[in-house]
């Protein structure tokens, strides 16, 4: 009983330190983003206590910088949302096909094996083609180079997710609607995809955040009309230094939308990312 009580405040004690490590961060530019230019710099963690909130930063980004704070805002839910919704239509079919499918020419596994190489390249290795290829497309400071960019930068992974969570599905679902004259293409969209439909949403939301996060394309590829969020926020930092007020503020209002996305969907979530991981290993 001893041993088992000690296991218990072991795990209680190292989750509790994780979610510490994990929340501190967002708690931290939460209190600095209220903290006026003289407390920023000063180890003052609980606001009304031990420095009094200030809502300056706010009013001064709203006032001065809102436009550019609400372009990038549209800018990277208009590139999140598209290539998102690309990768896990692509991702989606190209996932059934390696789930259902025997290629003779390309091993299954060669190809599985090429999607998981892709995901180990550097995006700094391919910023210079990209950029070269669109700016012959003029598409340099267009929202649609983006969408183009992250599409084809993250298919790699949904095809993966989704690959798995497809090989999930007893195929004997599938052979029944056959013998019952049903064409591949009605399975897929009647059978397959709504027991697929928790896995799709997870692939969704993690495709989501993974291009609402990228920094490196958006900073290349654009320069005043398709700035995304990140690049906003990084926007902070100047020739006379870094205004960590703002870049707390700027912060605080990135992580929003996508925190909101994943609290509605997050039931969705947690069973399609547990789906996959269960049925991938098989």
Known sequence: ???KSIKRILTYAFVILAGVWAIFPFYWALTTSFKSKVDVFKPLFIPFIQFEPTLENWINEAMLRGDVIILGLRNSIIASLTSATLCVILGGMAGYALAR????????????IWFFSLRFLPPIAVSIPFFLIFMNLGLIDNVVSLILAYTVFFIPFSTLVLRDIFKGIPVELEESALVDGCSRISIFRRITLPLAAPGLVAAFIICFALAWNEFLFALILTYRNATT?????????HSQGVDFWYICTRSIIAITPPVVLATIVQRWLVTGLTLGAVRGAR
């Open 101 to 112: 499918f025997r290629f003779e020419k390309w091993k299954n596994r060669d190809i599985i």
């Open 1 to 3: 009983m001893k041993r």
């Open 229 to 237: 969020i990140p690049v906003v926020i990084a926007g902070a930092e």
